[in-house]
């Protein structure tokens, strides 16, 4: 059994950065995608980066593109998630999921596409 375990949110003015991580228990990570949803209240789980199992190649939804950063230490069987120039529209429930051995497009941005998730970290953002 895989547990995740997100941290890092918090309150922080428009503009402003946090930094997400994601720490896997109970088994390596290091063969699986990984990604990156968000949730805000009364709407659908979104995608919004993921990453393969070495780091060569990720995703992000064209609403954090050059603002938000995926990585990932398989050492540490950590995924983090760099959040700048936040926005108050970045409100939402973080999740980290574990995804396919692969990296599937489109498949990797569909929540179906992923097996295990955290208990999300709360991000807001004020203006």
């Known amino acids: 059994q895989v547990q995740l375990v997100e941290s890092g949110g918090g309150l922080v003015q428009a503009g402003g950065s946090l930094r997400l991580s994601c720490a896997a228990s109970g088994r390596t990570l290091s063969t699986n995608a990984m990604g990156w949803f968000r949730q805000a209240p009364g709407k659908e789980r979104d995608i919004v980066a993921a990453?393969?199992?070495?780091?060569?190649?990720?995703y992000y939804t064209n609403r954090v593109k050059g603002r938000f950063t995926v990585s990932r230490d398989n050492a540490k069987n950590t995924v983090f998630l760099q959040m700048n120039s936040l926005k108050p529209e970045d409100t939402a429930v973080y999740y980290c999921?574990?995804?396919?051995?692969?990296?599937?497009?489109?498949?990797?941005?569909?929540?179906?596409?992923?097996?295990?998730w955290g208990q999300g970290t709360q991000v807001t953002v004020s203006s």
């Open positions: 990453i393969s199992w070495n780091g060569g190649d990720t």
């Open positions: 999921a574990v995804g396919p051995l692969g990296f599937p497009l489109p498949t990797i941005t569909r929540p179906t596409a992923y097996d295990y």
